[in-house]
Nanobody, 117 residues
Framework: QGQLVESGGGLVQPGGSLRLACAAS????????MTWYRQAPGKERELVAT????????KYADSTNGRFTISRDNDKRTVYLQMNNLKPEDTAVYYC??????????WGQGTQVTVSS
């Protein structure tokens, strides 16, 4: 089973930065690719970034436009999302997910990111 717990969200001004973290427990973290998704009010949940199990390969949504960086520390069982130059349209609940077989099989509870002046 296991659990994912996100942290690091909050209110930030446009142009600011936030670093989200997702702590995993209850499963072999280093065996699974991990993802970050986000869901804005009234919109569908969308993929933000994915990282392979050993952190060698990363993929990003076009909307991140080079502003976001996904990383992981397998010793700490944690995946991160560094977000720079944040924009109001980045406002959403951000979720981390454990991938298996090409789909997300476990979600965290989410952390709110609000970009506003």
């Amino acid at each position: 089973q296991g659990q994912l717990v996100e942290s690091g969200g909050g209110l930030v001004q446009p142009g600011g930065s936030l670093r989200l973290a997702c702590a995993a427990s209850g499963f072999t973290f280093r065996a699974y690719p991990m993802t970050w998704y986000r869901q804005a009010p009234g919109k569908e949940r969308e993929l933000v970034a994915t990282i392979s199990n050993l952190g060698i390969t990363t993929k990003y949504a076009d909307s991140t436009n080079g502003r976001f960086t996904i990383s992981r520390d397998n010793d700490k069982r944690t995946v991160y999302l560094q977000m720079n130059n944040l924009k109001p349209e980045d406002t959403a609940v951000y979720y981390c997910g454990k991938e298996s077989g090409g789909k997300v099989v476990m979600w965290g509870q989410g952390t709110q990111v609000t970009v506003s002046s």
